[in-house]
């Protein structure tokens, strides 16, 4: 019987190992390993709302540094307080955009654009994601009959332009807020404002507009714009900044545009000013009136900067809400 | 000049209806109605743990009036008021059901396997739809190297088999919680029972293994059962009932399978017991365990009945707890 020394020991473990190693040094038939899919679901949600398919599709997501003044009236510890606390990073902040299709039966209706190609080419495809998640839906975009623009923020509507600067629906109807369109196409206007965000997204909307002055048909608050659907005053985002509610028999949603930017900052906080407010004070002050409307109604809101599929109820508390997502329906 | 009468006015106003209603009664060459799609997106939802990349798939999710007795230890009125207040249904209850496709790079291993064909037929395509939603995550069945079964319910093995009772992951080595195990395929502990939910269940369960017995793999808990899978004890809705930590590198989720039901019931009421429970106390215990540790390490938890994509950080809330839905994100 051999006498196991320490030396032994270790020269047996060593040959051992080797031998353990040896297949993995040569090639062996086995398995090839799963390849990553890399990519996420196309992101598309639908529900009925009586009989009307509403498609939700998002345009994707920005994930940026987060701004000292994001939120313009508190200090940014706050806002990173606010975020930790949604589980969300502390360092950057995600938007997501989420324009829907309503199809109404005679009609496709789409609300809201997106940040369309240029935007998703730099991006390289974090935004700019409609067209591809309308066609993962099976909606071509010469098949939509209007467009209905919330307000002329670039992320509402630079999708109206393909990248050759064509119509990206060129079959819709192109209806927009008259009020919005008095300000952001106005020189007057834009000569007024300081530098700043708002100054400096002029040029872009007014790119995006440029040649569709016949084309577009101007709408007021208050009013059945097409069939089903209400426009509601929700101003200070925008000066024309509209929301609506969209019917079908004795159901109904809210979609709210921009009341609220991301939830988890804005709604939980409804007194917070995000630094793209036009007029942040007329904002937060439609914010309360729209919420505490919602949360009595108990209505569903679709929201354009709720996270996919960005729609929820509201639910008061104290001074504050809270959105509750609906939960997803695996049919419709 | 003509005299305008009553008569002659709803004469013309009769002719002027017929003409308007003409062009409605005749084909026109007008753009068909959109057709509606009438069916929900693809359920499957991708994040990354290290270098894992884990796939939510859902199976569905049922929905049927809410038992008397779906909240054991209290009376229906108190589930329909904590439903009310989650903004769903008071008269009906729905169960999602959500397996995941871990893939480890080497491997594909799903956790848990959904209700399967034939409760996909029976309940019209609600549940079982996770063959469906593998082929639309482009997973195929064959390629799953090993399938992992948190416990013994029939929502989480019946889709182990076809309709034709073969094997519906046909390489898949079979990991099953040794306790669930003894328990299950017992015919002492079935005779034990009194008529009721676990008594009834067992005759499926156990059909569904029987000509597996020497082809699963039993587990044991706080093991490594796989590179990157630990097995956690969290015993009381069954007497295995297993959860997992998955981690890569330094990150991880708990996978927590059936700690709770429904969380806007079970979550937010710790101390509410669901009818499926086979100890209640126990499960009760396990819960509380479970989402102090969850809430206090910030953990991502993934739960099998959780809204899809069925993945949430617990806030803890006083006595109780609230789930805070993971936000989707459009790219992975």
Redo the contacts between chains.
Sequence with gaps: MNKLTRRTMLAGATALTAAALAPAMMPMPA?A??P???????????YKVGDF?I?VV?D??ATFPLPDQFVQNHPKAEAQKALA????PTETV?V?FTPIVV??????VLIDTGYGPEMHAKTK??VG?LPANLA???IDPK?I?TVIISHMHQDHVFGLRTADGGLAFPNAEILVPALDWAYWMSDAEMNKLPEGYTKSVYPGIRKTFTGLENKVTKYEWGKEIIPGFTTIATPGHTPGHTSFVVASGSAKIFVQSDVTNIPHLFLRNPTWQVMYDVDPLKAAETRKKFYDMASAE?ALIQGFHF???SAG?V?KDGNNYRL?????????
């Design positions: 398995r390993a799963a990553m899919a890399g990519k996420q679901a196309a992101g598309f949600y639908r398919e498609n998002t994707g997501a606390a949604a589980f969300q995600t997501p199809n109404t039966g005679p009609k496709f495809g974090r994601q993962a839906a099976g098949s009959d108990k996270p996919f599929p109820y639910e509750i997502p609906i939960t997803w329906n695996p049919v419709i």
